[in-house]
């Protein structure tokens, strides 16, 4: 794993992302390996779950993949939540090694992997999230889950006491098309920064002015259900 020094707000600066993504697809292809570039900033606070809700709602900037990968994590008392979307990376396995391969798998994927930004805040740089289940199988009809699944997300959000982080992980190799690619940051960067404005910040304290529209006619059907 290793750093580079960049901008701060690389993610404003579409030049300076393309310029860094372009020095890690030259160690992608000097080495003949997939590199994968991994970039911090701090932004505004943000409710991580008012953003995956946008997205959830409004993928179109996203990729459809057939079995997306996320993750949402808070802790009230701690003042932090996190939500992790997409994957950039992951892997499932299985058999009585999982534990240790998945160590392996994410020991490999940071020792190949480039970091830029504020990476001393807490949460930032890469985090792998991980679910296991006592079974070690394949598998199938009777065990609906995986054994263990490790993944790296193509785009976390932490708010950790109304301090905020985003974090991209972008898989580079050789066949990137590094404008398109840079392009589809952009986009996907304005819609997470535009969509989870902070609602309530742990605090009891909030914006009424910041609250989200909701359709009410989803509560009065709930009303009627139970």
Known sequence: MSVTPCPANLFH?????HQFLLACQK???????TKIASIS???PPLDP?????????????????????HFYFENRSNQESIVAIDAAVDVKLSGDQRFYKAQKFIESCLANTIISGKIEQRLAG???FCSFTFFADKFNSNNPFP??????????????QSRCVVVANLEINSQVNLDCLVETVGRQFNLITS???LLYCFTGKANHHEF??????KAKDFKLSV
């Open 195 to 197: 969509s989870g404005r």
């Open 13 to 17: 600066e579409a030049k300076e992302l």
């Open 49 to 69: 779950l008012a953003v995956f809700q946008v997205i959830r709602d409004r993928a179109a900037p996203f990729p459809a993949t057939p079995e997306p990968l």
């Open 27 to 33: 160690k992608s292809q000097k080495q003949g390996i």
């Open 126 to 128: 890469p985090h792998f």
């Open 212 to 217: 989200l529209k909701q359709d009410s006619k």
């Open 41 to 43: 900033q701090e932004i």
């Open 147 to 160: 054994s263990a699944t490790i993944f790296l997300p193509r785009w976390q959000i932490s708010l950790c």
